[in-house]
């Protein structure tokens, strides 16, 4: 089994587009966030979970009514812990097993909230994504045509991204000023090297 990498970073923070270079590097990547999704429109128990949970109006034509989803969880804290006490395990469990079949020398696991969901116990490493909160919060109002309140209000739904850096093994700083592509390259590079230590393996 390769080494199994985190990938991680507050909304904004250029996660996906550090992720892609990666995979330009030949790095098999696990999208949580997508995982997630197609589980939600594809097991029938977490669909049945879910629409007990927020109602019949959760699914429309067997698929996820995502904006009205994202409407309920990003305003009500409980509701959001409900959800994720539903999709933390099997989205984990489906981590677990996409690793086990790579043969590259790591693999990387993209997901917001690795230390939020405790997955970082069943991960070798992780590297955080750093961007200052300003640049973040541009960032996804352009992507999602959202406010500012609304971006706001997601943020604070993810853990400190200072207290989360922290606790990160590699950190990639996209300010918009430092260069990424030889940040990636020099952690890619110390990963080939730790994945020939046998203690990793």
Known sequence: MPLRIGLTGGIGSGKTLVASIFHHLGIPIYYADQ????LQNSDPKIKE???RLFGNELYRDGYLNKVYLASIVFSNPEKLKAL????HPATLQAAAHW???QSTPYAIK????IFE???QKDLDCVIGVYAPKDIRLKRTMLRDNCTEEQVLKRMQNQMDEEQKMKLCQFVIINDEKQLLIPQILA???QLIELSKNESFQ
């Open 187 to 189: 952690i890619h590079n």
């Open 35 to 38: 995982a997630a999704k197609d």
């Open 99 to 101: 690793m086990q079949k």
């Open 49 to 51: 979970k879910l629409t």
């Open 110 to 113: 993209e997901a917001a909230l």
């Open 84 to 87: 994720n006490t539903v999709m």
């Open 117 to 119: 969901a405790k997955a």
